[in-house]
């Protein structure tokens, strides 16, 4: 099992592919064993594609403990270092989005162009759903609150309108946030202290001083990482280009044009 040990924590990590290297930071609950994964995806036919588990998810490490922003994004910086990569393209996905903004900040050395997918730079700029507040509710409540956070054309009109339907798609959503290796007693702390940290999240005044190429890549039916949340990051990052796509928080999954375009981008 590939892990390498950085800073406080042992990070699981995964590589593939052949072409320019692209550091891919993942979401909220991600897991590599979760499949499809970004390893799965486009990016990893076009770049030397490097993945990992953030702390307290997945393989690695879980020290039931405060996280910050910060530490996330030095996370990353330490995986590069520990792994001999002096810069790459960077890509970050929902939360990952928000580490891989923090990260850019910190070690702008260390990215040559960001892609932003579904995420939100917090504050005054637009803040994300408040995921953190949702621990009391039973998992199925959950999950139907969420399909319509998610993709709000699955919102409460759409599941009385086509109950079987929603039924079904509220027993996919528990499937996907039930966790991967039930048997780990750490995995509920872990997510915990990463949603702590995600909502604590706060870039927005930051942002201007990004120099490298920055696009940022949507969902039009997401209220996860609403639209004025985008249009905060595109307004704050000089240069930066924005575009929606044909589904919600998913979308990379939802339009067959989405991960071509962010491939695109980062390969320029």
């Not at 042992?10 to 052949?18: H, L, N, P, V």
């Not at 790459?88 to 903004?101: L, T, W, Y």
């Not at 953190?132 to 319509?148: I, P, V």
């Not at 949507?218 to 985008?230: I, S």
Request: glycine share 10%; charged share 25%; proline share 6%.
């Amino acid at each position: 099992m590939p892990t390498m040990k950085v800073r406080d924590i042992d990070i699981y990590y995964e590589t593939k592919g052949a072409g320019p290297r692209l550091l891919c930071i993942t979401g909220t609950n991600g897991d590599l064993r979760r499949k499809p994964s970004v390893l799965d995806s486009l990016l990893a036919e076009r770049f030397q594609l490097l993945a990992y588990d953030q702390r307290g998810l997945g393989r690695t490490s879980k020290p039931d403990r405060p996280y910050s922003m910060a530490e996330y994004a030095d996370d990353a910086a330490g995986l590069m270092d520990a792994l001999g990569w002096t810069s790459a393209r960077v890509s970050g996905i929902s939360f990952g989005g928000m580490v891989a903004q923090e990260f850019a900040l910190r070690h702008p050395k260390k990215v040559e162009r960001l892609a932003l997918a579904c995420t939100a730079p917090g504050g005054a700029g637009g803040a994300s759903f408040p995921l953190h507040t949702l621990g009391h509710m039973s998992a199925e409540d959950r999950a139907r609150l969420l399909l319509g956070v998610q993709d709000t054309r699955r919102g409460e009109a759409w599941q009385k309108q086509d109950p079987e339907r929603a039924k079904a798609a509220v027993a996919e959503m528990m499937a996907r946030r039930a966790p991967v290796d039930p048997g780990d007693p750490l995995i509920a702390m872990g997510m915990r202290r990463q949603l702590e940290a995600r909502a604590a999240h706060d870039v927005y005044a930051r942002l201007p001083a990004l120099t490298v190429p920055v696009g940022i890549f949507a969902g039009k039916y997401d209220a996860v990482a609403p639209e004025a949340a985008q249009h905060a990051l595109a307004r704050q990052i000089k240069g930066a280009t924005l575009r929606f796509f044909d589904g919600g928080h998913l979308f990379l999954m939802q339009d067959p044009a989405a991960y071509p375009a962010v491939a695109e981008f980062l390969a320029a």
